[in-house]
C-alpha cells in the first residue's frame, strides 16, 4: 500500500534563508510524487512533480525535489525564503494501480519571518 | 484554458435545503474529482468520475449526490447537510493517472 508522511507539521525560517520540507514515502511500485502549495481559503496549487524521468525536479517560484530512491524520500526546497512562500505545503504519491487515487501527507505549514 | 472553476465561491444553506456546487474544465482531462477539506487538515477524496463514469465513492453519505453531466463539467448536489459538513469543497482534474492534479479554487460550504 502506499503512503506518504511528513516529517515535520510546522517549519518557520527567516526570509532570504533556505527552506526545507521533508517527506517520506512508501510504495511497492515506482511511484508518482507530487508537491502541491495551499495558500489560506484558496485551492491547492501544483509546485511540481516526479514521474520517473529526472530525479531532481525543478518547479515553480524557484521550488526544487529531488527523489531518493534509497531514503525513500522526496525533500522540498528553496534556497532564499520569500514572505509569499508563507503556506500549507502536501506531498501527495499517486496510487499507481491506476483508480485515479492520490495519497496525500497531513501537510506541513510554512511560516516565513521577516 | 488550464484552469479549473468553482462556483459558487461561497455558500451558506440551512439543514432543509437543496444546493449544487458546479465545477467545469477545458482542459480534456478525462478524470474529475470531488475533495472535502476541513480546516487544518489534507484534502479528502469523495468521488471520482473517469470517463464520465463514477468510477469511486468513497463511502460518502447519500446527502452528496454527484453528477458529471459531460467530461467537462462535474455537479455536487447536496440535500439535508448537517453543520459537521461545512468544509471546503475541491473540485479537480487529471490526464490519465501520475500526471497530477488540477484543483479549483473550492467552494466555502458552511451548514446552519
Known amino acids: 500500500a502506499q503512503s506518504v508522511t511528513q516529517l515535520d507539521s510546522h517549519v518557520s525560517v527567516s526570509e532570504g534563508t533556505p527552506v526545507l520540507l521533508r517527506c517520506n514515502y512508501s510504495s511497492s511500485y515506482s511511484p508518482s510524487l507530487f508537491w502541491y502549495v495551499q495558500h489560506p481559503n484558496k485551492g491547492l496549487q501544483l509546485l511540481l512533480k516526479y514521474t520517473s524521468a529526472a530525479t531532481l525536479v525543478k518547479g515553480i517560484n524557484g521550488f526544487e525535489a529531488e527523489f531518493k530512491k534509497s531514503e525513500t524520500s522526496f525533500h522540498l526546497t528553496k534556497p532564499s525564503a520569500h514572505m509569499s512562500d508563507a503556506a500549507e505545503y502536501f506531498c501527495?504519491?499517486?496510487?499507481?494501480?491506476?483508480?485515479?487515487?492520490?495519497?496525500f501527507g497531513t501537510g506541513t505549514r510554512l511560516k516565513v519571518l521577516a | 484554458d488550464t484552469e479549473v472553476t468553482q462556483t459558487p465561491k461561497h455558500l451558506v444553506m440551512g439543514m432543509t435545503n437543496k444546493k449544487s456546487l458546479k465545477c467545469e474544465q477545458h482542459?480534456?482531462?478525462?478524470?474529475m474529482y470531488w475533495y472535502k477539506q476541513k480546516a487544518k487538515k489534507p484534502p479528502e477524496l469523495m468521488f471520482v468520475?473517469?470517463?464520465?463514469?463514477?468510477?469511486i465513492n468513497e463511502s460518502v453519505p447519500s446527502r452528496f449526490s454527484p453528477e458529471c453531466p459531460n467530461s467537462s463539467l462535474l455537479n455536487l448536489h447536496l440535500h439535508a447537510l448537517q453543520p459537521e459538513d461545512s468544509a471546503l469543497y475541491l473540485c479537480?482534474?487529471?490526464?490519465?493517472?501520475?500526471?497530477?492534479?488540477?484543483f479549483g479554487s473550492g467552494t466555502r460550504l458552511t451548514v446552519v
Open positions: 479537480a482534474s487529471s490526464p490519465p493517472a501520475g500526471f497530477g492534479y488540477t
Open positions: 482542459m480534456g482531462h478525462r478524470a
Open positions: 501527495v504519491v499517486s496510487d499507481p494501480s491506476g483508480t485515479y487515487k492520490y495519497i
Open positions: 468520475y473517469s470517463y464520465e463514469k463514477l468510477s
